[in-house]
Structure formats: structure tokens, C-alpha cells
């Protein structure tokens, strides 16, 4: 081992005793550089009938799954994975697995599944609509990159009928070609991709699964005093589900590698800390749960969070969680850079600044 990493391996630091049976690292790095329930399905009408879909080139490289969501609207994903696995849904004649990727000219069987009907089709309102329009940072003919508001899902399903995406859709009816680049929980604002071209979305995933040529930003309000000396939270995240359904991530030995790196912005007296949070890895809730970890919930984080602060900062108008993806770096196919800034929803800024002249915090004096 290099004496570099001896260096950085001694200044490991925890903030907080750790439960766990193993030491998730949580490095001290001293410089500063910069939708639709899952419900019983009825039979399907005498209607609905088996329908033959060929693949287009646009088309190539979706996984099946993916394509059956687009192809069977407001179907859960529980009943597309369940006629995936029982060999209903068939590619040029034989079965598929949910990852099994299409080629141009594929033919793909769907069996009888009743879809949503044209009177079924749940309205955007005009005001998300509006919204959602003012909304777009940036837009051209193979990728758009939106502010998303926080409390909308990104798309549909697990009782949700409307999502970001279903939204986008409506938008723009002339586009063939929709699909998320990525996700956001549904509380968290801010940049979100979304492809135009199926090019796009190959060339995007690429670069994620590569973790090269997209870079990510948050902004969160924590609980307490970040140390600024804390720049990096190592820890492995495995999601579980609890007797009720609901998906909770933790920090766990057997869990997947995840590391964010935070970085103090601004601090409101030893109340709570603006930090900046750049995820490595990419996990379910990671920047959510590691600030947890780090012994600095989110402020409005109704699930890893602290209820009594959250109740106490909703005087202050944080009604919601404080996670904002403030800003995103794209590396197009060509080579060109990207750089996108989303701001910060008004009733949080209002929340900042009160928040600083509380705690005469205008300074960012560590």
C-alpha cells in the first residue's frame, strides 16, 4: 500500500457509532478542491386479442420489458413480468427473459392483456402542463432536460396513474420516442433526462453503467452540523422490503458498493447544513440514506429522517424533502459538453434565507 493510501486510510473517520458488525468507511479528506395499483387482473374481453409488434430500428437494444411497458399502458409491471416468466410473451416464436434485448426486425408476441382504453387515458391538467413547459432547461430533437417538480412520480404505477413521464408524453404527441433517462424519487426536484431517440437512451445508459460522461449534483439541507472535514461516505446499500411492501434501503456488509462525496455549502449555526452531494455509484435513495448514516438525515426525509425536526422545519415552509438535483453534465456521442442548472423550487429558497437571517449564517464561514 502506498503511503498516499496509508495516509487516507488512517484519517477514516466515523461520525457516528455504527450498529453494523463491519466499518462502512466514512473518509475525512482534508483538501477542499473543488400509478396503476397492482390489483387482481380480470379475464381478459373477447376483444382483446394476441398482437404480433415487429421491432424498429429506432427500437433496438430496449430490453423486453421496457418494450412491453410501452406497448401494454397502465398494465402493472407485476403482470408484465408475470407473462414474461410464464412464457406468454414470445420473440420470433420463443421465450424471452425480462432483460432479453430486441434487434430491428424482432417479432414480438403480446397475449390478451387488456390495456388501458382511450376513455381510461388520465388527463394531464393545463397547470402541470404549464408548469412542466417552463420547466424544460433544455430541448432538442433526441434529448430534453427538465426541472422536475418535486411531488411528481416519473412515471406511473404502484397506485399512480400520472408520472413525469405519461406527462411528457402528453406534451409532446408528435414524438414517437419517450423514455427516461434515468429517475428521481418522487419528492426530489430537479434535472431529470429524458431521450428522444432510442440512440440517446443507448448512448446515456452507456455512460452511466460506465460511470464516465455524466456527472450529477445535489443539493440537501441536513439536520445538525456537518463536519466539513467529512467529504466522503463509503457505504454498501442493500434494499429491502418490509411485511407492508414498502421499499427501504440500509447500510448493510452484503449490500452493493456505494459511495457519494459531500462537500459544505452553507451552514444555518448547528441547526442545519446546505451540502452538496455528488453520487459515485448510483443506488435506490443513496444520498438519502447516507446522509442518515453519517448521523445528518435530510431535513423533510419522511422515511430515513427525523420526524420531530421535520415537524419542527415545516414552520419554517420546508413541507417536503430538501434534496434538489441542482445540476448535471452530459457528454454527448459527438464529444460535446453539456452543463445544465436547475434552480431551487421557491418555497425552499424562502425556507434558505429564513433560515440565515435566523442564524445570521449569510457567511459560509466553517
Known sequence: MSSKK?????????????????????????????????????????????????????????????????????VPKSM??????KGEVRVNKGRVKPDTKLKAGDMVRIPPVRTAQPGETVRVSKALLEKLEASILYESDALIVINKPSGLAVHGGSGIQLGLIEAMRQMRPDCSFLELVHRLDRDTSGCIMVAKKRSMLRHLHEALRQGRGISKIYHALVIGRWDATTQKIDAPLRKNELVSGERIVKVQPDGKASITMFKVIRRFANVATLVEAKPITGRTHQIRVHAQFAGHPIIGDEKYGVESVNNEMQAQGIRRLFLHAAALTVTLEDGEKLHFKAPLENNLSVAVDRLAAQHNQYDQRF
Do not use: H, M
Not at 50 to 68: M, P, S
Not at 80 to 85: D, G, S
Open 6 to 74: 496509508k495516509l487516507v486510510s488512517a484519517r477514516v473517520k466515523r461520525v457516528k457509532k455504527s450498529p453494523l458488525p463491519f466499518k462502512a468507511k466514512i473518509a475525512n479528506v482534508s483538501n477542499k478542491p473543488a400509478t396503476v395499483a397492482d390489483a387482481p387482473q380480470s379475464e381478459p374481453s373477447p376483444a382483446v386479442k394476441v398482437r404480433y409488434i415487429a421491432v424498429t430500428e429506432d427500437q433496438e437494444g430496449q430490453r423486453i420489458d421496457n418494450f412491453l411497458r410501452t406497448a401494454l399502458k397502465g
Open 80 to 85: 408484465i413480468y408475470r407473462i414474461v416468466r
